[in-house]
């Protein structure tokens, strides 16, 4: 790649309150958010980590079913529901012998989290579990899961019976883009009708999403479906429409009430800082985090690749982040790695970085490179850098004369946690 000089005149003024910088802090082990239209990842956290869904299991059956079943099907709770289902599974109290349509049955999976309709409803589809598990692995893999696998229609534990954030967000956009499933999903409670007793079983829905007397209420949550076994955690899979942006929700391995409180900080914090864009027929993610003065180079960035338009460019950005960024950037220059980090400014994989340190990584990086910059105009060291090590000084003096990172009224602000705005913005003036 050719080397030339580069000559910037742009002054880097970045005016971002802490408060506004946050991304989310879930306590669930595994999580992920995503825009459905688009199909985006906007958050996430161990979201192809295995783990155990429980019931949202079900979610896939109840599409399966809802596809897949004639409407006039008639379903009797079965002597080998009862054999085979565990006696703590959740029921919504039929009998051996009552019967009710399809339709019922599904609202009575969703609302109630019946294991033993579950067991029913696959038996009258596929005659054996195993049958209906291996369709529902099937089903799982065109819906777009990579590291999921079923045993069971129901969720009930089994040590094989696993998924991933990632994969039950893709299992949910599917079950929720059926119509049916979604208005279902979103029903706060039901009349469940028992055919052969003539009876109504009210049920209510188990997710307190959508539940206006508790604090965990969302108006905008349109589905949702809970789980939980002691292995699993408590699960939960939402979905919520704010205008044209369609959120899923999964949160996994939780304890009671976190998971509704982490799955409506993910959708405050989608709907702060996203929208959805349609041209003709085609969506595009929205992202509100990009500012006038960062747009030109996060643009360039997104179209050559070392961005993502999915990002929170706003966010504090962690000492990985900006080495795979440098390390697709500069390919041709091998890269910066993890090690030399390490070994000139001390950070490893879950740090932020100062803008001091940031400035030492740069000239690293643009020295090792070996890339031209012309100094621009001789200037002096802000006040509140003198304190710093010569290295570090020497560091932000090269990257202060060429105009690639400059200070703010006359301040550095060394020990301010680098954005990735900040980070994109200085990287793209690069003479690469």
Known sequence: MKKSVYVLTFLFILCISPSFLAKPTVEARGAILIEAKTNT?????NAYSKFYPASITKLLTTLIIEEQLSENHIITKSQNSVNTIPKDSSEIGLKIGDSYNK????????????????????????????????????RAKALGAKNTHFTNPHGYHDPNHYTTPYDMAQIAKGAFDNPTVQKIAGTAQFNFYVNNKNKYIPIKNTSRLLKSETPYYNPAVVACKTGYHSD?????VAKAVYGDME???AVMYEKTPNQYIDVNKLFDYAKTYYGVEQKSDIYTLKNKTITPWSEPSITRAVEKGWANNATNYNDTIYTEDLVAMLKK?????????MQEVYDLVGLKKGDLITRSSFAEIMTFAAKKWQLTLAIT???????????LSDDTKAAISYMIDRDLMLPSNFLFN??????????????DRLPL
């Open 414 to 427: 060394p020990n301010r946690i680098l954005t990735f705005a900040e980070a994109i913005s200085t990287i």
């Open 41 to 45: 990842i906007l958050y996430e956290k």
């Open 232 to 236: 699993a955690g408590q699960t939960l």
């Open 247 to 249: 959120l899923i929700a």
């Open 103 to 138: 339709v019922n049955g599904l609202y009575g999976l969703l609302l109630g989290s019946d294991n033993f309709i579950a067991h029913d409803l696959a038996l009258a589809h596929s005659g054996s579990i195993s049958n209906f598990a291996e369709l529902m692995n099937t």
């Open 329 to 337: 950037v500069g390919a041709s220059y091998n890269g910066i790695t």
């Open 377 to 387: 105009t001789t200037k002096p060291l802000p006040s509140d850098v003198t304190h």
